[in-house]
């Protein structure tokens, strides 16, 4: 059996979901943008003392799960979610879920999906899809960053939504529980509580690992890292740096990029509050961060490598924050 | 990022599929635009798994040396470490941490091996010779 639905491409997997998902409720008005911004995804975080594949633990975006519930709820659309413990039941639910004709999205794991290039998979279980039925013993799978829908067997399924590991999904499987309707009002006031709450990541949590003091903070750690880690490690984490960044699901720049057309498209919805010329800001950046990308490349490929070139590549990251802290004071400042 | 400047350099992901960046147009306009990938972005995945097969190499010389058993090697090739290799066999950190040892491991039930191998997407005697086969 197959659902009524269209499968759109989208740069990040859970608001891209998201957008999908909303696709009826909002008649198409949840872009991927306004998914992204309404559930606050834009972030900085630099974990200490935890590694992830030998490299530094550092996010772009905000945990995993919290853009499609920020979205829903801020929308006010009822959400349905479950894990499990039991991979019979997990499916036994999904089974149910499309026999009533809900398209629905799961958390998996990509270290054993079979369509991503081998070259990709690492031990991530925050990747998001939408299963939307169930033919010749395959689930039909909408996975957002593909360009084509695809399908997946009942082990290889199981298998990804029950990846072990950091964030281990465990089944869950999420969709919004109606189909009312979104009025624009409700957009409004989304894009309101989205904002307030992007701002508030960025600027107020305590300590100094996360939002743009973590940016700066990190900044000032790579100055370090040559002396600390040797040219190869510090290489190293540069480059995990840059796959964070700008790996698939990041629409570029660090998901700066889908933040300053958020800006835009909210822009359309609250006039007179200037989102447009902020949207600017975020495009600069993106830009700046890709910039730094380069040079980073230019250390982990061997081409630079002193202790200058390090401080110019911590600089960068200081500068962003700069240049970030302002937009987001200038977001707070307004007076909706 | 303007429209025009989005990089179209092939990558692995590029032959699969391209993936959706956000760019602007002309009038400074937000839109989207498909990319085949980034150079810059290659050279990171090559630098990450040029670590990897290095690491692969070193666990298949101690294992070869008797230092280590096949399980460290294929925690390598996997990309796992202990805490998700726990996860995935049920076994606790310090008993995979035992079975890393050669004598303890060649003494391991097919049972235990079996979880091992169900874990490395392998077969237990691809295990207890350290064969891979491309999948």
Known sequence: MKIEFEHRQAAHCESGVTSNLLRVNSNGKITEPLAFGIGAGLFFAHIPFIKINNGPAIAFRTLPGHIFNRTCKSLGIPVIRKKFFSKEKAELFLQECLDNGKPVGCQVGVYYLPYFPKEYRFHFNAHNLIVYGHEDNKFLISDPIMENPTTLGHYELERVRFAKGALAPKGHIYFPKTTTEITDDQIRLAIKKGIKKNVYNMLSIPGSFAGVSGIKNTGIKIKKWRDKLGLEKAGLYLAQLVRMQEEIGTGGGGFRYIYGAFLQEADVYLPGNQLADISGIFTKAGDMWRTSAVHAAGIFKGRLGSQQDFDTMGDYLIEIAEVEKKAFETLKKIKW | ?135
Not at chain 2, 35 to 60: F, H, M, N, T
Not at chain 2, 94 to 114: A, E, G, M, T
């Open chain 2, 1 to 135: 990022m303007k429209k025009d400047e989005i990089p179209q350099d092939l990558s692995a992901l590029g032959k699969i599929t391209k993936e959706v960046c956000y760019a602007t147009d002309n009038s400074g306009k937000y839109t989207t635009e498909l990319s085949s990938g980034w150079g810059v972005k290659i050279d990171a995945l090559d630098v990450a798994w040029g670590d990897i097969e290095k690491r692969i190499a070193a666990a298949k010389q101690k294992v070869l040396n008797k230092e280590a058993s096949p399980i460290y090697f294929f925690m390598e090739y996997r990309l796992m470490d202990l805490s998700i290799l726990a996860d995935y066999t049920g076994f606790w950190k310090w008993q995979i941490k035992r079975h890393l040892k050669p004598d303890v491991f060649s003494k391991l039930s097919d049972k235990k091996l079996q979880k091992y191998a169900e874990a490395f997407n392998t077969t237990i005697e691809d295990l207890k010779n350290m064969t891979v086969h491309e999948d």
